[in-house]
T-cell receptor
């Protein structure tokens, strides 16, 4: 069964460093998302991506964040200068064209900023 | 804007018993999906069950079923014959139109032996 895969599963980084979280969406999906979940809190929407551009973003998604689809398969989230409060679980999701439709989630990347 | 509300931050149930988790939502969309996701301690997000708004019949998946009340904008999850492995956070979620998936704050369910 097709699935969304995320790498790495856990990343530890020093405050101020740049991190790139990687996702491989399901191959025929056209909408891509990043969500964040700080420990013990709700799952928060960060950004959606369609047709090679950001279609929607939340207030959390400030200038420190960027997304990219560098090739036909990967979808990345970059945090330029990490802060302690960026420590969270980051989930990538994708879905097919056609609204509405189910979003499939990756297993998440646990980011720890120290 | 769509909102999803889970009014029960924590619940507990005895093993083998039945428990119902509540969820209400608000939307102006006429066509949408509703979901329940399970998040065990591993923090992976696992889809439990989904409901398409245009379907009147309530979705069921083995021990999991929903009570979808479209007019009331209510979407509760019933877990029958609760098992220890059901212990997890449960998130209700909504997707409609081209909007991103919106989550409720979650309900922490503990199944007690």
């Amino acid at each position: 069964e097709p699935e969304v895969t995320q790498t790495p599963s856990h990343q530890v980084t020093q405050m101020g460093q740049e991190v790139i979280l990687r996702c491989v969406p399901i191959s025929n999906h056209l909408y891509f998302y990043w969500y964040r979940q700080i420990l013990g809190q709700k799952v928060e929407f960060l950004v959606s991506f369609y047709n090679n551009e950001i279609s929607e973003k939340s207030e959390i998604f400030d200038d420190q964040f960027s997304v990219e689809r560098p090739d036909g398969s990967n979808f990345t989230l970059k945090i330029r200068s990490t802060k302690l409060e960026d420590s969270a679980m980051y989930f990538c999701a994708s879905r097919e064209l056609g609204t509405p439709n189910e979003a499939f989630f990756g297993q998440g990347t646990r980011l720890t900023v120290v | 804007a769509q909102t999803v509300t889970q009014s029960q931050p924590e619940m507990s149930v005895q093993e083998a018993e039945t428990v119902t988790l509540s969820c209400t939502y608000d939307t102006s969309e006429s066509n949408y999906y509703l979901f329940w996701y399970k998040q065990p301690p591993s923090r992976q997000m696992i889809l439990v069950i989904r409901q398409e708004a245009y379907k009147q019949q309530n979705a069921t998946e083995n021990r999991f079923s929903v009570n979808f009340q479209k007019a009331a904008k209510s979407f509760s999850l019933k877990i029958s014959d609760s098992q220890l492995g059901d212990t997890a956070m449960y998130f209700c979620a909504f997707i409609g139109g081209n909007t991103p998936l919106v989550f409720g704050k979650g309900t922490r369910l503990s199944v007690i032996a």
